[in-house]
């Protein structure tokens, strides 16, 4: 029996040797998976930033200023005159905030069907700082899985310990429910650059949360207004079972009216067999769906697979370049709706496209636009503060100022926080320069349109 | 009556599916006495790796194939080189020792395959619908999972009642030291139960993956809901795990179809429809309280000695 026992003793020892290497592998394995995002971010807008910095604006200036000089100033010596002008004549447009910094602390999703929303709003982020080229961004970047406890303690972590000025990136409703008070009661500023769930909008509204997207409901009632317009009396809705698909289905029903069914899945479901037979048997005019990232494409595939040929319609987060991409041309001639598209008709927005596309080699999704814009939103703001963050009361002024040219050709904020904007009908086609599926603008539905909870915030203009 | 028929297809589907994955559960823990969890992480590497293969060379089969003898290799260096030391262990060290094979494969995962999911799509000759019933067409694709399933139950029930390494196994199960004892090789008889039990996980994954986005810890889902399956038909009972795999794929099917009806007679259609979903996704573990209250060892499982 002893001898036994000794035995044991021994193997056991080599069993937690054994555990230990295979612990240590895995904390190892973990600490090198969140070095490579923390570490890339900041890397490459170190590298970039120089770079990009002269290109836009001197490029444009030169062009403009040597107009007027000869017909002022014919007699003068050419020279000189040219070599002074530009200078003053760039100085005011740009104050001399050059070599600000600014830590952001970026909690988005980068892992799950849902990775390509994150990377996008993570690297136009970054792109809108390279752009610009005046400031140092301190971008640290985690992967929240969609999992809002999770979430939590990264948001504590980038408060508590990296301590950084402002926050942003969060993808999901259900992770910015949890994350949002953490960061705006503990006075850092919060950007929304997509999830923007109702409560956050009525009564549980903050001075310190800015929304650089849209109030969720917003997209879903331009769908409802535009499928009330064509005509279709009955409507079966479909959305994953968390705060934002409540928000989609309540938007749509806002302006359609009541809906045949509601149809609530697991979020992050990848199989609808049984949500598409609900549909089957209820057999209504049209269906009405959000479903963002990988839950859309296993959707649609799975729509189209059934035999089903009833019309589908949703917001753009159903409709994204990556989504119509994976369905392929069935996706063609299928409506959306949108606050934005990458062929929408303005400079900045032509410059983002752009510039987009060649540094990444796809078509910007809608996700990467707000992104963008949340990141220009806070450029203002830098701006507007001497390129310090670290004056709270003078950011959140400048910030709900929002004086910044939006990829969506105008931005207002309402008393809540929330943009005030256009809302139009998009088309899936196909590009006609660059070959892939995207969308494009056909219609506008609604303008200068509000979401239906800023009377309940208490906040003022 | 389509919407029943339609739904009652989806859950034989799905509880097939779980049958794959569950049948190697609960042959492992019901004979080798081994808690398992990285069994999940098994699914996912034949999800994977035929989502490689499929992705780089166009042909079904062939991931088809691909994932199975990936997740079965897996699973025999698994076997090899960390259960094979476990077994005389507690149930606690194993559970621990095969938790950390999950984090480590999931990590490993996303090191290999990235972040970014990938999918596998259906064969093009099962890439259509079947009339099952006038005005009921029904994905070919499912039909043949659960054909597969049934194949699968088939080959496992023959092997285990019909054959002499069966009997090996099933007296292995209760005698492990007699059998030793009359020659068998009880290593190597484990080392093949549990590459068969793997290379059935693989099979789950590969099949599930046309209607999976095919990411790092897929399998956790199914791992979980397998423990539901051994629990609910008897810890290493093959025919309480296909009893416990259907009534689990019908029970979550049917919850998620009638009970936000059920709950319309009472409440707002709204309210029905959310408070619904939020019930069904937890029906499969009413199902599991229910049947240990009735039968504590599960449907099929040993009495305690």
């Known amino acids: 029996m002893g001898g036994t026992t000794n035995l044991r003793r021994t193997r056991s020892w080599w069993l937690w040797r054994a555990v230990a290497i295979v612990a240590t592998f895995g904390i190892l394995a973990a600490a090198c998976g969140d070095d490579d995002t923390d570490d890339a971010a900041p890397a490459e807008t170190a590298e970039a930033a120089p770079e990009a910095a002269p290109e836009p604006e001197p490029a444009a200036e030169p062009e403009a200023a040597p107009e007027p000089e000869p017909v002022e100033e014919p007699e003068a010596a050419p020279e000189p005159a040219e070599e002074t002008e530009p200078e003053p004549a760039a100085e005011p447009e740009e104050p001399a905030v050059v070599g600000g910094q600014v830590k952001v602390g970026m909690i988005t999703t980068l892992s799950t069907g849902a990775a390509y929303l994150g990377e996008g709003i993570r690297d136009a982020f970054i792109l809108a700082f390279e752009l610009d080229g005046r400031y140092e961004l301190d971008l640290i970047v985690e992967d929240d899985g969609r999992d809002p406890a999770f979430a939590q303690q990264l948001a504590d972590r980038m408060l508590t310990r990296d301590e950084v000025d402002v926050m942003t990136g969060i993808v999901f409703s259900n992770v910015a429910g949890a994350v949002v008070p953490q960061v705006v009661n503990a006075g850092t500023i919060y950007i929304s650059p997509n999830a923007a769930p109702s409560p956050f909008a009525g009564a549980q509204c903050h001075e310190n949360y800015f929304v650089a997207s849209w109030q969720n409901d917003n997209q879903a009632e331009a769908m409802g207004v535009y499928v009330a317009d064509q005509g279709y009396e009955s409507v079966v809705a479909l959305a994953p079972n968390y705060q934002a698909g409540h928000d989609l289905v309540a938007g749509f029903k806002r302006f359609f009216g009541e809906v045949d069914e509601e149809i609530y899945t697991e979020l992050g479901a990848t199989d609808y067999a049984q949500a598409i037979a609900q549909i089957r048997e209820a057999n209504p005019e049209a269906v009405y769906f959000f479903y963002p990232g990988g839950m859309g494409i296993a959707f649609v595939q799975q729509y189209i697979a059934s035999g089903l040929e009833i019309p589908i319609f949703g917001p753009m987060s159903s409709f994204d370049e990556v989504i119509v991409d994976a369905i392929g041309d069935v996706s063609l001639g299928l409506f959306n709706s949108s606050f934005w598209a990458p062929d929408m008709d303005n400079e900045a927005n032509r410059v983002f496209v752009e510039a987009y596309r060649e540094k990444y080699g796809t078509t910007p999704t809608a996700y990467a636009a707000q992104g963008y814009d949340a990141a220009l939103l806070l450029i203002s703001a830098l701006d507007a503060n001497g390129g310090s963050a670290s004056d709270t009361a003078g950011m959140r002024e400048a910030l709900k100022a929002a004086d910044f040219d939006s990829v969506r050709g105008k931005f207002r904020f309402n008393t809540n926080n929330h943009p005030i904007q256009d809302w139009y009908l998009l088309e899936v086609i196909r590009d006609p320069v660059h070959g892939d599926l995207t969308n494009t603008i056909v219609a506008t539905i609604l303008e200068d349109h509000e979401d239906a909870y800023a009377s309940d915030c208490s906040l003022t203009g | ?305």
Not at chain 2, 24 to 34: A, K, R
């Open chain 2, 1 to 305: 009556m389509n919407l029943f028929i339609e739904q009652t297809l989806n859950g034989l589907q799905l509880g097939f599916t779980l049958l794959m994955v569950s049948a190697g559960l609960t042959l492992i823990f019901g004979i080798m006495n081994i808690i398992n969890l990285a069994h999940g992480s098994l699914f996912m590497v034949g999800a994977f790796v035929a989502a490689d293969v499929g992705g780089r060379t166009g042909n079904y089969l062939l991931a088809l194939l691909a994932g199975i003898a990936g997740a079965a290799v897996a699973g025999l260096i698994v076997e090899l080189g960390l259960i094979r030391r476990l077994y005389h262990r507690d149930h606690l060290y194993q559970v621990l020792a095969t938790f950390a094979l999950v984090l480590i494969a999931n990590q490993a995962v996303q090191m290999i395959w990235g972040l970014t999911p990938r999918s596998v799509s259906a064969p093009a000759f099962l890439d259509r619908t079947v009339p099952v019933l006038p005005g009921l067409p029904y994905p070919a694709y499912r039909l043949a999972i659960i054909a597969t399933g049934i194949a699968v139950i088939v080959f496992l029930h023959l092997l285990v009642e019909r054959t002499r390494v069966g009997m090996w196994i099933r007296a292995g199960r209760t005698h492990r030291e007699l059998v030793g004892a009359f020659g068998v090789n009880v290593r190597l008889l484990y080392t093949l139960v549990f590459a068969v039990g793997a290379g059935l996980a693989g099979l789950a994954g590969v099949v599930a993956a046309p209607f999976l986005s095919v990411e790092s810890g897929i399998g956790d889902h199914f791992l979980i809901l397998s423990f539901v399956v051994i629990v609910v038909g008897g810890i290493g009972s093959l025919k309480g795990a296909l009893y416990g795999s259907l009534m689990l794929g019908l029970a979550d099917t049917w919850a998620r179809t009638y009970l936000p009806d059920l709950f319309g007679q009472f409440v707002d259609p709204s309210t029905a429809a959310t408070a619904g979903a939020s019930v069904a996704s937890a029906s499969i573990y009413l199902v599991m309280v229910v049947v240990l209250v009735v039968k504590p060892n599960g449907l099929f499982g040993l009495a305690d000695e």
